[in-house]
């Protein structure tokens, strides 16, 4: 058993959700070359919201620049693959379980409502972005999640095929864990 997933299991820090979306704010504003908003002395809930909104904007202005989106979910995806691979090594996991338990814990992080089964299957019920994303912001941003999937799998792969931001109920993904990983 992972001890240090377990703990977070039960109790999140908000040093820690402080921390991570700090983490999160500066590799996606790396990836859109710009600076993130201040967040000192700002709630988590304060950041969240930053986050949210910064994101967004972000998006927006560079879609309506014209400029290449795909450039951007790329850079989104590498970045956030390091950080899956840093979360891989730090938690020590070491097994689709473990995949699948710190993502509920990452997700859970974010104000959303993570399910996954071995099998693959993810569903998202509640997500705090839905009401701040359109479905083209939620395409680019979920960049995000394939990346972090992919670092903390080496190499899985992370399919949305369903999202709240299209007007459904919820989102649907599947994982796939690359061949002899995991």
């Known amino acids: 058993m992972n001890l240090r997933l377990f703990a977070?299991?039960?109790y999140i820090p908000a040093l820690i959700k402080k921390k991570k979306l700090e983490e999160l704010f500066t590799l996606v504003a790396d990836a859109?070359?710009?600076?993130?908003?201040?967040?000192?002395g700002l709630s988590y809930k304060e950041r969240l919201n930053a986050f949210a909104k910064f994101t967004m904007r972000q998006v927006e202005?560079?879609?309506?620049?014209?400029?290449?989106?795909?450039?951007?979910?790329?850079?989104?995806?590498?970045?956030?693959y390091r950080l899956g691979q840093k979360v891989r090594n730090d938690f020590n996991i070491r097994n689709t379980k473990e995949i699948i338990q710190i993502s509920r814990i990452l997700y859970q992080i974010l104000g959303i409502e993570f399910k996954g089964t071995l099998?693959?299957?993810i569903t998202i019920k509640k997500c705090f972005f839905s009401s701040y994303?359109?479905?083209?912001?939620?395409?680019?941003?979920?960049?995000?999640?394939?990346?972090?999937a992919a670092g903390?799998?080496?190499?899985?792969?992370?399919?949305?095929?369903?999202?709240?931001?299209?007007?459904?109920?919820?989102?649907?993904?599947?994982?796939?864990?690359?061949?002899?990983?995991?």
């Open 119 to 121: 099998s693959g299957d």
């Open 61 to 80: 202005k560079h879609s309506q620049k014209g400029q290449n989106l795909e450039g951007t979910k790329r850079r989104l995806f590498e970045n956030s």
């Open 152 to 182: 903390l799998s080496e190499g899985g792969k992370l399919s949305f095929y369903q999202r709240i931001t299209e007007g459904k109920e919820c989102c649907k993904a599947h994982f796939t864990v690359s061949e002899g990983k995991t």
């Open 32 to 40: 859109f070359g710009e600076a993130g908003p201040p967040l000192r």
């Open 133 to 148: 994303y359109s479905s083209q912001v939620c395409q680019v941003i979920s960049s995000l999640d394939e990346g972090v």
């Open 8 to 10: 977070l299991k039960i």
